[in-house]
């Protein structure tokens, strides 16, 4: 059975840092691609980060660049978000997604083609 499990949200100040961790299990972590979404108050799903299997790619929405930055270890069967210089725009549950086949070699930021998700972290950047 496959299993997500995020953790490391938590209330944070603008400006502040978080790291999410995304444990997985159930599947051969290192051969899909994996993505983290959010979901902010009110909103639909976004698409955040993705990273190959290799971590050779890394890709982000526009709004997270220079501020977030995704990771992999394989070893230990792990997916990281570090976030930097937090926004209060940034207040959402945050998702991580295996993407639906093994050795997929591009970027997806559609949430279709994930088949399996977390339960989530919420994180909330406030003064």
């Known amino acids: 059975e496959v299993q997500l499990v995020e953790s490391g949200g938590g209330l944070v100040q603008p400006g502040g840092s978080l790291r999410l961790s995304c444990a997985a299990s159930?599947?051969?972590?290192?051969?899909?691609?994996m993505s983290w979404f959010r979901r902010a108050p009110g909103k639909g799903l976004e698409w955040v980060s993705g990273?190959?299997?290799?971590?050779?790619?890394?890709t982000y929405v526009d709004s997270v660049k220079c501020r977030f930055t995704i990771s992999r270890d394989n070893a230990k069967n792990t997916l990281y978000l570090q976030m930097d210089s937090l926004k209060p725009e940034d207040t959402a549950v945050y998702y991580c997604?295996?993407?639906?086949?093994?050795?997929?070699?591009?970027?997806?930021?559609?949430?279709?083609?994930?088949?399996?998700w977390g339960q989530g972290t919420l994180v909330t950047v406030s003064s």
């Open positions: 997604a295996k993407y639906k086949t093994r050795y997929y070699t591009d970027s997806s930021y559609d949430a279709k083609d994930y088949d399996s």
């Open positions: 159930g599947f051969t972590f290192k051969y899909y691609y």
């Open positions: 990273i190959s299997t290799g971590s050779s790619s890394t």
